[in-house]
């Protein structure tokens, strides 16, 4: 499979797909771009209000910023075939503008339900093992 295709994800992938080639790749370099903004001394945390207990939120750098519009393709097509494994149509998606509760429906569907067994109508599954089931070759 090549990059493009790993980039811009179509079908269905699994929960173990999911984690290991999107998830956790996804949230390594968002933690990379974070340390590399501290360490460049960039991050600021803005106050907003007065004395104690002020509302801090943080600002991301520039390599922050970057990691997130580098990711945000991958991140959302995986989501959308994550979705489809379990049978859920992209409109799901909406629940990421639900404040906190939407994120953690979108994670605990994606990352701890299991997907439809058989075919559905986004495509048969695709077997564990598979070369497809891969975003990259071993």
Known sequence: MTFGQWYLRRGRISRRTWWLHYTLPVGLLSLLGSLADASFGF????????????????SGGPFSVLVLLLTVVPTVSSTVSRLHDRGHSARWLAWALVPVLGGLVLFVQNGFLRGDGGP???GPPVPAGHPGSLPYRL
């Open 43 to 58: 991050g600021d945390v803005a106050r907003v209000g007065g004395p104690p207990p002020a509302l801090e939120i943080g």
């Open 120 to 122: 559905n109508r986004y």
